[in-house]
Every structure is written in C-alpha cells, then in structure tokens.
C-alpha cells in the first residue's frame, strides 16, 4: 500500500493516489518549492519594484535629490528601470514606472535627481 509524500500516511483510494488530502499536497509542493531560486524574470520585477518604492519615498514633493549611497545602501540598484527620458538639455533620466532619477554629482558628492512623471514628457506624435 502506498503513503502520503508529505504525511506518510497510509492512503485508501486510487492505486495512483501520492497524497492523503489537499493540505498535504499543498504542503508538500511549498516545502519542495522553497527553496528553488527565483526565475530571472521574478527577481527583475523584484528589483524594480524596490527601486519604485524607494524613489517615491523619497520624493514626496515631486523633485528632490538624494545621496547615492543612502539610496544604494536600501536595496536601490540603477541598472533596473522600466524607460528613460532624455530633457532638453541632453540629461537622459531613467524610469522605475512614474518615478525618475539622475545621477549627478553636487558638491563633490554623487547624488541622485529624482522627479516624477509628467504628461509633458510623452512623446509627441
């Protein structure tokens, strides 16, 4: 007679049947799932949610600046945004969604721009 993978419970039923009811099934499937690493696709939309939150929480007024390395230091990487957007004057700020940044350096320190998404930054057709 056969028994449950996750519970070893002695199963009644099906000769096919691996599990005793949903419960363990699910519990089964969680534990061995647990540990596998993330698919790439998983761990980009990681990435570029945290950088979205961490842009609107310090951008409460709509431009602001910070210290690349406070930023940084919360989780924040650079190489993941979703667009960019080139100014008038050549500065290309790059997008985690609606929220903005630049890297410059101010005073000798490296800080980032941040702004947030404006209708006047849409292409025009």
């Not at 596998?36 to 409460?60: A, P, V």
């Not at 957007?85 to 490296?110: A, H, M, P, T």
Request: aromatic residues 16%.
């Amino acid at each position: 007679m056969n028994t449950c993978k996750n519970c070893a419970t002695e199963l009644k039923g099906r000769v096919d049947k691996k599990f005793c009811n949903s419960y363990c099934k699910s519990a089964y499937h969680y534990e061995a799932n647990k540990n596998k690493k993330d698919s790439l696709f998983l761990d980009i939309d990681k990435q570029l949610k945290t950088n979205r939150r961490l842009l609107k929480s310090y951008n409460k007024s709509g431009y602001a600046s910070i210290n690349v390395d406070t930023l940084n230091a919360e989780g924040f990487n650079p190489n993941y945004f979703t667009h960019y957007w080139k100014n008038s004057k050549g500065d290309v700020y790059l997008f985690c969604y609606e929220y903005g940044f630049l890297k410059r350096e101010i005073n000798q320190k490296k800080k980032y721009i941040l702004i947030i998404w404006q209708t006047h930054m849409e292409k025009k057709k």
